[in-house]
Structure formats: C-alpha cells, structure tokens
C-alpha cells in the first residue's frame, strides 16, 4: 500500500503554489481514510488562523490561538488528537457530525504557519498509527513549502 506521504510528495513535489499544494493535499487525505467529514488547512494570518483549502462543508472562517481544538494546538504548538470533541472545552463546531478530530502544527522558518485539521464522524477514529502517518505527511509539506508561494 501507498503510504499517505508519498501520495503527498507525489502531488506537491514539481508544483510550486501553495493553494494548489494545499487543496490537493487536502483531497489526498480525505479519500486516503475512512469515516472523515472534513479534511483542511486553517493558516496563520495577523496573529489568528484563517481558513485555507478543505474538503468538506463550510467552516469557520477565523480561530483565536488557543481557542477550539485547532487553536490549542498552535498554542502547545503539539499534535492533539480528541476522541470526543464534545468532550473538549472549547471545541469549534463547525459541522454537528463531527465526533473525534486530529489537528496537526506546521512549521515554516522554526514558526508555527498553520494546521492541518481533520474531522470524523466517527469516535476515536485517529490512531496512534495514524497521528504518526498524518505527522510524517505534515513533514512533507514542511520540507517543500520554503519553495512554494
Ligand atoms: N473543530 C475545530 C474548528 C474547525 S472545524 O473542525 C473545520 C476546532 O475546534 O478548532
């Protein structure tokens, strides 16, 4: 099988801009994995996140750092993996079937630039495998967005 980095790589490798790096990367993960309801990327703009390319319904539009699963994870700077959302304080929801959600920091120049966030309809849907699958994906953006604009 086709690990999720490599489908990564092969879509962004020879193309140089960000969106459509962005918004093919987020159709590789929503149909590499089962049960997801939305798949994306929310960026750091003036301090808070801004939604980016996604596969799935509409989302919210701006995240405080620190606030919902996606900016606590910008704020600890560290991949949270939620098996519950309603279980989490400040959880967003954005779409009512979401029910686990993994969310994933991405560096550029030692800072944080972004998230990738990933939705389940499912609970406890990211495994422990799977966090390390998506963090070695993440990996691949990182090393290839110095030469995307
Ligand atoms: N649930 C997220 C908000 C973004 S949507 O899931 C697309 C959060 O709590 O940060």
């Given at each position: 099988m086709v690990s999720l980095a490599s489908e990564v790589k092969a879509v962004i490798?020879?193309?140089?801009?960000l969106s459509a790096n962005l918004s093919n990367v987020s159709a590789v993960i929503f149909s590499h994995?089962?049960?997801?309801?939305w798949a994306g990327f929310y960026l750091m703009k003036e301090g808070k996140l801004v939604l980016n390319s996604f596969q799935g319904k509409v989302a919210c539009t701006e995240i405080k750092v620190g606030k919902g699963v996606c900016g606590t994870a910008v704020e600890k700077d560290e991949t949270l993996v939620v098996?519950?959302?309603?279980?989490?304080?400040?959880h967003i929801a954005c779409?009512?079937?979401?029910n686990s959600e993994i969310v994933i920091p991405i560096h550029l120049n030692g800072e944080v630039f972004g998230v990738l966030d990933i939705d389940s309809v499912?609970?406890?849907?990211?495994?422990v495998t799977e966090k390390e699958e998506l963090e070695e994906a993440v990996k691949v953006i990182e090393e290839y967005l110095p030469s995307m604009r």
């Open positions: 490798e020879d193309v140089p801009y994995y089962d049960k997801l309801n098996d519950d959302v309603h279980k989490f304080p400040t779409d009512s079937a979401s499912s609970f406890a849907r990211f495994s």
